[in-house]
């Protein structure tokens, strides 16, 4: 199947994104799909604020970008936009890093409001980088995210259900339909 690169653009290590993330990584992991995590806060500080292209750190997330058939891009939404940390890695992407990958970007926030930043902010960053297909995303409230006691992630069931759609779509754009069809039946 496919190798899918799942990127967390989100600053805190608690975060509900990379923790959602985590979550449609299994279901994409259990459709057959080799999913890497990536965190972009695990990046060196100084290489993305000086946009230190040659830095290994920064070379080696440019290879995974490379490598992966394709990206899922998870933002916490500040300021109606996607995380300046995201910003930053994109910025030193190169311009075509998308080319020819399937991509589904997903967001998390505060409010209704900014329900929007996946479409009007983050959608024609990523559409600029190439990408053969951006499937339909899903932003999410974070009153729709919580960590049970086990430390499981519990997802409010509406919100649960859209995410396995989209990443459903997702999977079945980068091929994964036989195998969808097998874990889902």
Known sequence: MATILSVSGSPSPTSRTARLLRHLDDRLAAQGHEVIPFDVRTLPAEALLHADFAHPAIVEASALVKHADGVVIGTPVYKAAYSGLLKSLL????????????????ATGGSTA????IDYALRPVLASMGPAHITPGWFTLDKDITVGD????????????????????????????????????
């Not at 997802?155 to 980068?174: I, Y």
Request: glycine share 8%; net charge negative.
């Open 150 to 185: 086990d430390g499981s992630l519990i997802v409010a069931p509406a919100s649960a259900e859209a995410l396995a759609q989209v990443t459903d779509q997702f999977s079945l754009a980068l091929g994964g339909r036989t195998t969808l069809l097998a874990a889902t039946g």
């Open 91 to 106: 910025d030193l992407l190169p311009q075509y890093a998308l080319a020819g990958k399937t991509v589904l970007p997903l």
């Open 114 to 117: 900014h329900v929007l930043a």
